[in-house]
């Protein structure tokens, strides 16, 4: 599970340092900024969607205040 964090982190970063650092290639259309783009981003969207489907846990919390 740790690899997971650092490969997340590892994909945030990179798409980050692409959309920077090549933003006026992405204006112009170049194919290989887009490409990176999509390289970088479709992982972040699938693990987002994943987590996004986990059940939720329904257990009480002992810990919760009630009013």
């Known amino acids: 599970m740790e690899h997971l964090y ?3 982190s590892f994909t945030i970063v990179c798409l980050c340092i ?3 650092f090549a933003d006026d290639n992405l204006v112009n259309g170049d194919w290989w900024a887009i490409l990176l ?3 970088f981003g ?3 969207f699938v693990l987002v969607y994943s987590i996004w489907r986990q059940p939720q846990n329904q257990a009480e ?3 919760k ?3």
Do not use: K, R
Request: some cysteine; hydrophobic content about 65%; glycine content about 0%.
């Open 6 to 8: 650092d490969f997340v």
């Open 18 to 20: 692409v959309l920077v």
């Open 37 to 39: 783009v999509c390289i």
């Open 42 to 44: 479709i992982p972040i």
């Open 61 to 63: 919390i002992n810990f």
């Open 65 to 67: 205040c009630i009013e």
